[in-house]
């Protein structure tokens, strides 16, 4: 039999008009397997493979609609051509409902013959093309797949590379002699968190397009306390989140921004290195706000800043990527930030 020969499996109770469609097929090329009930015509799909099913829809102690979805589950795309003695269109409808092709009203004569091979003609190719589909979906999927676990391991890579460069810093900051340089030991080790612990964020999740930053800012915020305790201070740090999903690259310049805030405010709020640090992530049909409040001596934003000013120049830079500005509230006590983001900028895109 000739590999390009199409194959045909007719299901039809009628033994003698079995034998008469196979004859007639064979004319144009098609092979023909007769199936002589229901249970036969499972059996043979699925020992062999077919490009079309002709399936009558009288097969004596069943009908062709109680098989279809049988066929159809275990051979999804394989078109099936309806045949029926009947003129009745409901039994058609059903049909064609219940996954057939097509359908084809059973006759004598050559009109039956002219139908049948016309339908299964555009079957075969609507077969091909299905099959077609299907594997390019499939390749498609097999390629994101791959992508998919190429970036997570990327990231995971990268997370563990960052992770690695924050432990060599922390470990140059205590034993660094002099405070100042302890100091911005410290907070280039902050911001090198900020960064890994999205990487970190990232190869857990579901979507690289976005992160939790709640959570995101939790893991930010616990490495910035842990960075500035082992200077000696006692301040404390609470956070208070929300969930909320952000652009992955917009959540970095949030984390940035978190990070420089709290640490100015854990280095030089209070003198004596005792005295509390809030962090708020609210959310609204805005966008979000980011707050960053304490008790202690009080700055609003104007004057000399303390240190190298490298930290107000990175807060500012991240707050133009988001396009807004970090605002100083005028409060009796203390110093109180706030970042207003609008919700266009941070929706995932």
Excluded at 108 to 124: C, E, K, R, W, Y
Excluded at 290 to 304: F, I, K, N, Q
Aim: proline content about 3%; aromatic content about 4%; charged content about 25%.
């Amino acid at each position: 039999m000739p590999d390009t020969q199409k194959r045909v499996l007719y299901v039809d109770d009628d033994a003698a008009l079995g034998r008469l469609v196979q004859r007639r097929l064979a004319r144009h090329g098609f092979a023909v397997v007769h199936a002589a009930d229901a249970a036969a015509g499972l059996e043979a799909l699925a020992g062999e493979a077919f490009d079309v099913v002709i399936l009558d829809h009288d097969l004596g102690t069943s009908t062709g609609l109680d098989l279809l979805p049988r066929i159809r589950e275990q051979a999804p795309s394989l078109p099936v051509i309806y045949v029926t003695a009947s003129t009745e269109l409901a039994i058609a409808v059903e049909a064609l409902k219940a996954g057939a092709f097509d359908y084809v009203v059973k006759t004598v004569g050559d009109d039956f013959d002219a139908l049948l091979l016309s339908a299964i003609t555009q079957a075969v190719e609507k077969g091909v093309l299905l099959r077609l589909k299907e594997k390019a979906e499939r390749e498609v999927a097999e390629a994101r797949d791959h992508a998919l676990v190429l970036l997570a391991e990327v990231n995971h890579r990268v997370s563990n590379s960052l992770a690695l460069v924050s432990s060599l810093i922390r470990m140059q900051a205590s034993a660094s002699k002099d405070p100042e340089t302890r100091a911005a030991l410290v907070t280039t080790q902050a911001r090198i968190a900020a960064v890994g612990d999205l990487h970190r964020n990232l190869y857990t999740s579901d979507d690289v397009r976005s992160v939790d930053l709640g959570a995101y800012l939790t893991s930010v915020l616990d490495a910035v306390r842990q960075s500035v305790a082992d200077t000696g201070s006692a301040a404390t740090l609470t956070f208070t989140p929300a969930t909320v999903l952000c652009r992955t690259d917009k959540a970095v310049s949030v984390g940035m921004i978190a990070t420089e805030l709290v640490t100015n405010a854990l280095k030089y709020a209070y003198p004596d290195k005792a005295g509390e640090v809030r962090v708020t992530l609210a959310t609204d049909a805005d966008g979000i706000t980011l707050t960053v409040a304490d008790d202690g001596v009080g700055w609003r934003g104007t004057g000399p800043v303390r240190g190298s000013g490298l930290g107000s120049r990175i807060i500012a830079s991240m707050a133009k990527s988001l396009d807004s500005q970090v605002d100083y509230v005028d409060v009796s006590t203390g110093t109180c930030a706030r970042l207003k983001v609008p919700a266009a900028v941070i929706e995932r895109r």
